[in-house]
């Protein structure tokens, strides 16, 4: 797969770049990822990326042409199946979203910075996408969560792809509980079910855990839940047993 960004800063990428399951999955060559300088598209001798603003106001905008110089640019070069435009008035980034991503051949992220980019820059992307409900300086920590998020998706990045398909979203649920060694530690025991070899229980456990978690942490998520009788049986029994908080 290749992840092309465009950015004003492509320094901050050579470090994540290099690290963990990213930087494992460019040198496996699972990932080809490029980082295009827009700098590199001026046409001035002091290399003017942003202007002020038409009509007034504080900051600056990123201008056009540089923009779209460098749009132009990677699209003749790079793998684009998808174009976006990060914003915080894009649609909001899910785990389905990078499961979409993932089954691109390729697709770019083009990175705001100041007030963001002129606006007819947005005729020239497929769409826009906002990592949260927050504002950042700009759009490359953004670019960074989708390429991580996407980069696990690739098939062979992680070793063991049930890891994935069972984690927090990928069902419309949050994740159970997770413990690893000392059986013990600090007078906090891992629950005995997990300890009992028995995979059925551990799967319903696992399940019932997923649910109240979810119920308890995401109410948004667990309305739109479709659940079957095992499902209601688990969090009856739950209710039963006395809410001594998610993990017994
Ligand atoms: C300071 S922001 C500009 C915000 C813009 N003036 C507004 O109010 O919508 C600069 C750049 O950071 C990026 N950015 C900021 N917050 C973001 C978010 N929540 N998701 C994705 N990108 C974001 C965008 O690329 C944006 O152009």
Redesign the pocket.
């Known amino acids: 797969m290749q992840i092309t960004i465009l950015s004003l800063f492509p320094g901050m990428f050579a470090g994540p770049m290099q690290q963990s399951i990213v930087g494992r999955a460019i040198s496996r060559k699972l990932l080809d990822m490029h980082v295009e300088d827009i700098r590199d598209h001026t046409r001035d001798r002091h290399r003017v990326v942003d202007d002020v603003p038409y009509g007034g106001g504080s900051?600056m905008v990123?201008k056009p042409e540089p923009v779209a110089a460098a749009i132009e640019w990677v699209r003749a070069r790079r793998r684009l199946d998808r174009l976006f435009?990060?914003?915080?008035?894009?649609e909001p980034f899910r785990q389905a979203t990078a499961r979409r991503l993932a089954g691109l051949a390729g697709f770019g992220l083009?990175?705001?910075?100041?007030?963001?980019?002129d606006e007819r820059v947005r005729s020239m992307v497929d769409g826009e996408?906002?990592?949260?409900?927050?504002?950042?300086?700009?759009?490359e920590p953004?670019a960074w969560v989708i390429v991580d998020a996407v980069c696990r998706l690739i098939p062979g990045v992680l070793g063991n792809e049930q890891s994935s398909s069972e984690e927090s979203f990928e069902q419309g649920l949050l994740e159970y509980p997770q413990y690893t060694r000392p059986r013990v530690f600090r007078g906090l025991t891992v629950p005995e079910v997990l300890l009992s070899g028995d995979h059925a229980r551990i799967r319903r456990w696992r399940r019932q855990q997923s649910l109240i978690r979810t119920r308890a942490r995401r109410p948004d998520l667990f309305c739109r839940l479709d659940l079957d009788a095992e499902d209601l049986k688990l969090l009856a029994e739950f209710s039963a047993a006395g809410t001594q908080g998610e993990r017994r």
């Open positions: 900051g990123m435009l990060l914003s915080p008035q894009g083009l990175c705001g910075h100041y007030e963001g980019v996408i906002s990592v949260g409900d927050f504002v950042l300086t700009g759009g953004a």
